[in-house]
């Protein structure tokens, strides 16, 4: 009996919810009249749903006739653009009703804005447009990037509203962090190197995660000058230094090997008849693992320095290694002996060491992911 009860009252509590019963208790009118516009939807007859219609679009316009009502008389420099918010809110209710019958039907009178609503936007664009002035006027890029948020918000409610594409251009680019990234070339007298290739990945990749919708470029110096940029903001400075090969390494390991498996052997029993019995034998082997390794370690120097006052913000090195490595090997016996690792390496054979500029590549790869986390870390602020 207990949980037919609960049952009961579970469902009857379902259906609250999905009638908008208790959104509108709680003065969440959208979610309201959403939910028993929806209810009706399926179920015209729905009583809940009905009452949520009637008594709740009544308390909803009330509601927000007052808010806008206080937007208005209040001294909100965006009054108008909380008014438009509101009357957008009030359009929304009535275009939920309006288009279930069912609702409908309960409701005498829809409250929508139309003519009232192109002068409120316009309003609205022009307070956003002010807004976007006055921050521009106080200078710094905080406040440029504000603006250009303002002067968007002018744009989508008018496009081209008097020279409001001209300011969203002159905000972003106030706002807009510029950093060139200088790669200094890789001094090696030991070997011929380049690290064109590490550099290009790298401003690549930072202009991937910096893409031109956001508060950061980064430009090489070739680009900085061809785009006319004399006076960037900071200077991101890479050098690598110390790199340094080690001497080929050789070694030999020789490991004895023996394994006992089980095995299906035919037994005769008789003239005319076999059976198979299980036994065990031992397997012996000799196994000679030849190990050739070449390593490589070197550093990167990244320094970050504002370009006006050629303060250091940021010097830090990067560390990286990598240890080239060959096994091949001899073997005697019986292979059974032998595990995969094993036949893995008896299927190699010896080979020269990679070249420097390949150990160079190698050795930069963990490098690049370091630094690139760490470039984004820091930038990210600005963005």
Known sequence: MKKWIYLIVLTSFAMACSSGQRALEKGDYISAIEKAASRLSNDSDN???????????????????????????????????????????????????????????????????????????????????????????????????????????????????????????????????NVILETIPLPSRRYQLSSEFFYEQLINRMKQRFPNSGFVSFYTPDEAEDSG?????????????????????????????????????????????????KRQERLNGKIKIITDEVSSQGVLNVRIEEFQTQRTILDEQVPGEFVWRNQYGIFVGDEGVLTDQQIYILNNRAVPPPAPQDLFVEFTQPIFEQLTSRLTNYFKKYN
């Open 47 to 177: 009583k809940k749903a009905k009452r949520v219609i009637k008594e709740g679009y009544p308390l909803a316009i009330q509601y927000y006739q007052e808010e806008i009502d206080m937007a208005l008389s209040g001294n909100d420099p965006l009054k108008w653009s909380n008014t438009l918010d509101v009357m957008y809110r009030v359009n929304h209710l009535s275009e939920e009703i309006r288009r279930i019958p069912a609702a409908r039907k309960l409701v005498s009178s829809l409250k929508i804005y139309t003519s009232e609503l192109e002068d409120v936007k316009k309003r609205a664009a022009e307070e956003h447009y002010q807004s976007g002035l006055q921050l521009l006027e106080r200078g710094s890029r905080e406040d440029a990037r504000e603006a250009y948020f303002q002067f968007r918000q002018v744009d989508d409610l008018i496009p081209s509203y008097k020279n409001v594409v001209s300011k969203i251009d002159e905000a972003k680019e106030l706002a807009t962090l």
């Open 229 to 277: 940029l004399k006076y960037p903001d900071m200077v991101v400075r890479m050098e690598f230094y110390d790199f340094f090969i080690g001497k080929p390494l050789h070694f030999e390991n020789v490991e004895k090997l023996s394994r006992v498996v089980e095995r299906n052997v035919e037994v005769k029993v008789s003239r005319d008849s076999t059976r198979i019995e």
